[in-house]
């Protein structure tokens, strides 16, 4: 069947939000790709339907509690599964493309959506979940974080994209940030497109772009540009 993504969420209302109007929401109306929603409440078993309860040590906020949310992996995950399970949180590792590129080619997978103050350690623990961030800032809950990660990779699934090339030249397929992009007018407000554009001399059209790459990922984004020159002149022993 389509790769397909399973969200377990206090709010399923919020799927597909947003990727339903994209690029993505052609590929789930075409049906190559499949988001389901689980309930956590539905797994709530005393009369309150209770999802999280206050944390033992005291503190501010609720925890989601490890039975409610066990109950929800098993009704997902089968015998001898091989799908990620993966928990969206600020104190996961932080995202990158190739954990994008590597979950667009596997078993979709199945990401935990919580409140931010947390989930029980010990759920976590039990599952060997992966916990992944999006970034230093927090956010009220997984979700727009989830919402994000599945558009990451469904963008990457065969045939979704109509340019087959696009996904290869850009950002971060080199380790680079991407050049600047120009098009018509030539002249806008006095602004003009940088001439070597115009020039028709396509290896010097292809240097430009590469310096113009550098340079903006070296004052960008030093951290990227010294792991790029580590792999461009492998250290020597
Ligand atoms: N949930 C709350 N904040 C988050 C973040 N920064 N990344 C991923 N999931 C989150």
Redesign the pocket.
Known sequence: GPWTATVLTLFPEMFPGSLGHSLAGKALAAERVRIETIQIREFATDRHASVDDSPFGGGAGLVMRPDVIDSALRSVVTEGSHRPILY???R?TPLTQARVIALAEGPGPILLC?R?EGVDQRVLDAWAMEE???????????EP?ALVLLDACIRLLPGVMGNEDTTAEESFSHGLLEYPHYTRPADWAGREVPPVLLSGNHAEIARWRQAQAEAITRARRPDLMRAFEARSVPARK
């Open positions: 969206l949180s600020p996961g919580g931010y992944v961030s999006l970034g230093d800032y927090v956010l009220s809950g997984g974080a």
